[in-house]
């Protein structure tokens, strides 16, 4: 009788298990095997109940939805003033989104690469497949008449140029949720601090990447508006949500930095840089965490003066100050999520004492 399942079935079984699992989940199924086929069908058993299990651990509600409402909008789900369709284009870009999260998702969940920049990469082009896949699906439905060709996606120049920029969003997302800090303090030696702390100088650098994007998008947007109003009031407003992003940016510049460890600087020092700069951030990330909201104030306004000066061509729609609002509201519980974090890691750091073999740090 054999006692091991045949190599092939395994390679097959192993591969479709996360890895954080896979060892376990592996040898208590050689543990009960008894033929191929009991094999498959008890990893088959168990395998939903694992990945299901994967996922809640690397569960991100804000992440994910940040991510969601950016591949959503590349999509051009909030597009408005265009030519009609079939479906509504909501729906037209609910489709892919929801093929793209699901990429996502399965990425966090089997994810085992090393690199932060090659995991981004590889969740990004996943996400890219997937698309692409359900577009595939969307066109042979389509050519065999069973659903409208409206279903299927255009990117004409200006969809484009935000579905890129959205790429790059997602990219820098995804590396910056990456460059997490320990939850413990214990046996933390000045090489363990060194590395985190340059692991915290990069999460700060990848945020502050994520924020230009968007900012650079914002500008796009506005600015578009702004050169499409007809009126004298509406352009009043998008001119001063512009200058207000810029401001916001320029501010958001000048805090996203890390002060850097000077050299040879002892642990207590070192420690007690470290511990200031988690404080600031902190401090940074809760005080600006809704402070995007204040951009689509100007516009809104303006289009309620307009209105009130009998404007007949909306330049503000709900669907827009909704969309953007989400946004906002998402990129706030991420900042406030991530800012819980930073101050729990310096508490647990307050207690920290200098090994006794400690000499230098190095930066």
């Known amino acids: 009788m054999e006692t091991r399942p045949p190599v092939l079935i395994d390679r097959i079984v192993r591969a479709l298990i996360p890895p954080a699992s896979r060892e376990a989940i592996i040898g208590d199924l050689w543990e009960r095997y008894r033929s191929p086929l009991h094999y498959a069908l008890e990893a088959l058993n168990v395998m939903p109940f694992v990945v299901a299990s994967q996922i809640r651990r690397t569960w991100n509600p804000p992440m994910l939805g940040l ?15 265009a030519a009609p369709l079939d479906i509504p284009r909501w729906l037209r870009a609910a489709v892919p989104t929801i093929a793209a999260m699901i990429a996502l998702v399965l990425r ?3 994810r085992s690469e090393q690199n932060p920049m090659r995991r981004a990469a590889l969740d990004v082009l996943t996400a890219v497949v997937f698309v692409a896949i359900s577009q595939t699906a969307l066109f042979a439905l389509s050519a065999n008449g069973l659903v409208s060709a409206d279903w299927l996606l255009t990117f004409p120049p200006r969809r484009a ?6 790429l790059a969003m997602v990219f820098c997302l995804r590396v910056w949720a990456d460059q ?20 915290f100088e990069r999460s700060v650098l990848w945020r502050r990447r994520r924020e230009l994007i968007g900012v650079l998008g914002g500008l796009v947007i506005g600015t578009g508006f702004l050169w499409q109003a007809a009126d004298l009031t509406p352009r ?6 512009t200058a207000l992003a810029l401001a916001i940016a320029w501010y958001l510049a000048r805090q996203a930095s890390v002060a850097p460890l000077p050299d040879h600087s002892s642990f207590t020092s070192s420690l007690t840089l470290y511990r200031r700069e988690l404080d600031r951030q902190t401090r940074v990330l809760r005080s600006v965490a809704w402070l995007w909201c204040l951009t689509i104030i100007p516009p809104v306004v303006a289009e309620a003066i307009g209105r009130g000066l009998a404007i007949s061509q909306p330049t503000v729609q709900p669907i827009q100050v909704g969309g953007y609002l989400l946004i906002c509201f998402l990129v706030g519980w991420l900042y406030v999520q991530y800012a819980r974090t930073l101050q729990q890691r310096s508490e647990a750091l307050a207690g920290l004492r200098e090994p006794s073999s400690s000499a230098g740090i190095r930066s």
């Open 108 to 110: 966090d969940a089997y």
């Open 67 to 81: 991510q969601a409402v950016t591949f959503f909008v590349g999509f051009g789900g909030f597009a408005v003033n």
């Open 236 to 241: 009043i407003g998008w001119a001063a949500s």
């Open 161 to 166: 140029v935000f579905m890129a920029a959205g």
């Open 180 to 199: 997490s800090v320990p939850n413990t303090a214990s046996d933390v030696s000045p090489a363990d601090l060194l590395r985190e702390y340059h692991q």
